[in-house]
């Protein structure tokens, strides 16, 4: 790593109460999209004109666009369409809505994904720090049954992964064109993988599967983020699924440390806030 930063945020807040009533309100088609959009405006400008005060040096929109810190991106690219999965997320304590995303044909990049616009708001009303924008991972399309159907639209799966990562690096590249000179792209496939790496370990068949997935994030990731100007800075974050203070995965760095030394970013966030996140010693192979 050689971008180095001593301080840095997330970038994803609670909503605030005017937000979540609004986007209450259209989900019941109380109100319409422009009225939604005018009060995220307000928001968000709210927000960084509050980062900024606090003197942070890069802010976000702090997604408060989003109805999920994930899906909202996937189901911008063409070949992923969203749908109904019955399904909550199995947080410890908790349950999600029940939405997904699914492919519906080849993947590919969308020069008119909505978050192109969202972060030009951003960049428009920041004054003196870097606009960062959050984009998720594209493993999060290996994971939750959401490209179990690839063999319906290719080959081969490297035909797909490859296709994914091009569609990743094309609009991280789009990015960079209307201004972004930072992305941090945040990943919940590794702390699924320390889990089930270690619940597998005396199951070479189950365990040789979460490898497989290991390996192929890996490849993915850095096809996503090559050949890449010099002065965007790729970051991740690695986490472990928060919603209402509950948590999805546990487990040190361990399992996945070697593979997430390959891994060609810039810079890692990764969580040390509680107990389950373990010792600092995996540290040693990023």
Same mark, same amino acid.
């Given at each position: 790593?050689?971008?180095?930063?001593?301080?840095? $945020?997330?970038?994803?807040?609670? %909503?605030?109460?005017?937000?979540?009533?609004? %986007?209450?309100?259209?989900?019941?088609? +109380?109100?319409?999209?422009?009225?939604?959009?005018? #009060?995220?405006?307000?928001?968000? @400008?709210?927000? #960084?004109?509050?980062?900024?005060?606090?003197?942070?040096?890069?802010?976000?929109?702090?997604?408060? =666009? =989003?109805?999920?810190?994930?899906?909202?991106?996937?189901?911008?690219?063409?070949?992923?369409?969203?749908?109904?999965?019955?399904?909550?997320?199995?947080?410890?304590?908790?349950?999600?809505?029940?939405?997904?995303? +699914?492919?519906?044909?080849?993947?590919?990049?969308?020069?008119?994904?909505?978050?192109?616009?969202?972060?030009?708001?951003?960049?428009?009303?920041?004054?003196?720090? #870097?606009?960062?924008?959050? $984009?998720?991972?594209? /493993?999060?399309?290996?994971?939750?049954? =959401?490209?179990?159907?690839?063999?319906?639209?290719?080959?081969?799966?490297?035909?797909?992964?490859?296709?994914?990562?091009?569609?990743?690096?094309?609009?991280?590249?789009?990015?960079?064109?209307?201004?972004?000179?930072? $992305?941090?792209?945040?990943?919940?496939?590794?702390?699924?993988? #320390?889990?089930?790496? +270690?619940?597998?370990?005396?199951?070479?068949?189950?365990?040789?599967?979460?490898?497989?997935?290991?390996?192929?994030?890996?490849?993915?990731?850095?096809?996503? $983020?090559?050949?890449?100007?010099?002065?965007?800075?790729?970051? /991740?974050?690695?986490?472990?699924?928060?919603? @209402?203070?509950?948590?999805?995965?546990?487990?040190?760095?361990?399992?996945?440390?070697?593979?997430?030394?390959?891994?060609?970013?810039? %810079?890692?966030?990764?969580?040390?806030?509680?107990? =389950?996140?373990?010792?600092? @010693?995996?540290?040693?192979?990023?």
């Amino acid at each position: 790593m050689t971008k180095l930063a001593h301080y840095d $945020i997330v970038g994803s807040f609670l %909503r605030p109460e005017e937000l979540k009533e609004a %986007r209450k309100n259209f989900n019941q088609e +109380k109100i319409s999209q422009e009225e939604l959009t005018k #009060i995220e405006d307000q928001e968000i @400008k709210k927000l #960084i004109q509050k980062e900024e005060e606090l003197g942070l040096k890069a802010v976000t929109d702090d997604e408060f =666009r =989003r109805s999920w810190w994930h899906l909202d991106f996937l189901w911008g690219l063409n070949g992923v369409a969203k749908y109904d999965y019955k399904e909550s997320y199995k947080f410890y304590g908790a349950k999600t809505r029940t939405d997904n995303a +699914k492919l519906s044909g080849k993947i590919a990049y969308n020069p008119d994904h909505p978050f192109f616009e969202a972060f030009k708001f951003v960049k428009a009303n920041v004054k003196n720090a #870097i606009a960062k924008q959050t $984009i998720p991972s594209p /493993t999060l399309l290996f994971r939750d049954n =959401r490209s179990d159907n690839w063999p319906n639209f290719y080959d081969n799966k490297k035909a797909y992964l490859d296709d994914l990562a091009t569609a990743y690096n094309k609009t991280i590249k789009h990015f960079y064109d209307v201004g972004c000179c930072y $992305i941090q792209i945040d990943d919940t496939t590794w702390a699924f993988l #320390i889990s089930k790496l +270690k619940e597998t370990q005396n199951d070479p068949k189950e365990h040789e599967k979460y490898v497989q997935l290991a390996e192929e994030s890996v490849y993915v990731i850095n096809k996503s $983020i090559e050949n890449l100007p010099a002065d965007l800075t790729i970051a /991740t974050h690695i986490c472990r699924g928060n919603f @209402k203070s509950t948590f999805l995965f546990s487990g040190g760095y361990e399992p996945i440390a070697k593979y997430l030394g390959q891994l060609n970013y810039d %810079r890692f966030f990764l969580e040390y806030d509680s107990d =389950r996140a373990g010792d600092l @010693k995996p540290i040693k192979q990023i």
